[in-house]
């Protein structure tokens, strides 16, 4: 039966699908290719699963917030399980676009657990973020804390999606799992994200903008480690067996946080980059950013014990694998 790949032209779902893909699964993939960021990324993450899987990937442009665009692109398929990673990314956009994450975030996000009681669903997967942990002081984040902070409007979406999740989890039991990504990147990433900002600017030796004195942690998680992880959450459905699950919900519905378990130094990160680049870095201190939270630090405690996660992957490799990905990319040498 097919999984539903919302999203499926971006970073993350374009290696969901890849993953899933490989191991025999047929997937709808689903995305609008806006253009947050250059969409010929996009629509070459989608060529490359075309190309590698064929018949098995069906993909359609559709915008997941208009549901008579959404009914139309599905009306053909039936789908068993869905994944949904489609959304408007990034914090500091939803300081100047607030419009982009109530569309996609949440009239999106509805459209789609509507979706999912009206196929009777075995289980859909969503992506949250370590964005709803907020300021909060307590390091490392775990499950159980309290997320009703948000910094930004992006946060603020991404806890109403965990809110939505849980009464459609309660009212239709629809098993459901929320999963919250700390800073994932990779090959295929995105061109928002500071791996990409950073290493752009180093190759092209311009300035690394260094906010708030290089006083900033994350925690940072591979792109194949990220995608495990949703495949092994789209494998454990949580039981409705009324039990409490991982973020407290006695529904059949589960959050876990997606990250490696360590808070890196960004000092660290342009160490790194500087090695797999050959460059040195030239800072230009910037103030913190609006929005921003000065340390992320994920508890996979609940994922490791409910869904087996391993993260596997340092930035001491990871790191290199990205840049190697975007020279060859870009057609640098
Ligand atoms: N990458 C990270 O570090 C990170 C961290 C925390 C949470 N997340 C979440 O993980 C998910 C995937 O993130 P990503 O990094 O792959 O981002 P991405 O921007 O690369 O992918 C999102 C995709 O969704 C599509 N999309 C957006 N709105 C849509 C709509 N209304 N209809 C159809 N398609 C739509 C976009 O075109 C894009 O291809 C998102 O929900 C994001 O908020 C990502």
């Not at 009306?75 to 994944?83: F, K, L, N």
Request: with cysteine; glycine share 8%; hydrophobic share 40%.
């Amino acid at each position: 039966m097919t999984v539903l790949v919302t999203g499926v032209a971006g970073f993350i779902g374009s290696a969901v699908a890849r993953l899933l893909l490989t191991r025999d699964e047929e997937i709808v993939g689903l995305d609008n290719l806006n253009d947050y960021y250059d969409p010929s990324l996009k629509r070459a993450r989608i060529e490359r699963l075309t190309t590698e899987f064929g018949q098995r990937f069906r993909f359609a442009v559709a915008d997941f917030a208009d549901p008579a665009a959404l009914g139309e692109a599905l009306a053909a398929c039936e789908i068993e399980r869905i994944v949904h990673l489609g959304a408007q990314a990034g914090v500091r956009y939803s300081l100047s676009n607030p419009a982009a994450y109530v569309q996609s975030n949440l009239v999106g996000h509805s459209n789609i657990v509507e979706l999912a009681r009206a196929r009777d669903i075995k289980h859909l997967v969503y992506a949250s973020s370590s964005s709803v942990y907020g300021n909060n002081s307590q390091l490392p984040f775990r499950v159980e804390d309290r997320t009703d902070h948000p910094l930004s409007l992006y946060a603020a979406t991404k806890k109403c999606n965990e809110l939505i999740s849980e009464s459609y989890a309660n009212l239709y039991r629809i098993p459901t799992t929320g999963l919250r990504f700390f800073t994932v990147y990779g090959p295929w990433g995105r061109p928002d994200m500071a791996m990409w900002i950073f290493t752009e600017a180093l190759l092209s030796g311009k300035p690394i903008p260094f906010f708030n004195g290089g006083r900033m942690r994350r925690d940072f998680t591979f792109v194949d480690d990220a995608a495990g992880a949703v495949v092994s959450s789209l494998d454990s459905p949580p039981a409705d067996d009324r039990s409490v699950k991982a973020g407290g919900s006695v529904g059949p519905h589960a959050l876990y946080n997606i990250g490696n378990n360590r808070s890196e130094a960004l000092g660290r990160v342009i160490e790194i980059l500087e090695e797999a680049t050959g460059k040195r870095a030239l800072l230009e201190p910037r103030p913190m950013q609006a929005g921003d939270v000065p340390e992320t630090f994920a508890d996979i405690g609940a994922a490791e014990r409910d869904l087996g996660f391993r993260p596997a992957t340092s930035i001491e490799v990871g790191i290199p694998r990205f840049v190697d990905w975007y020279r060859d990319y870009h057609g640098l040498a």
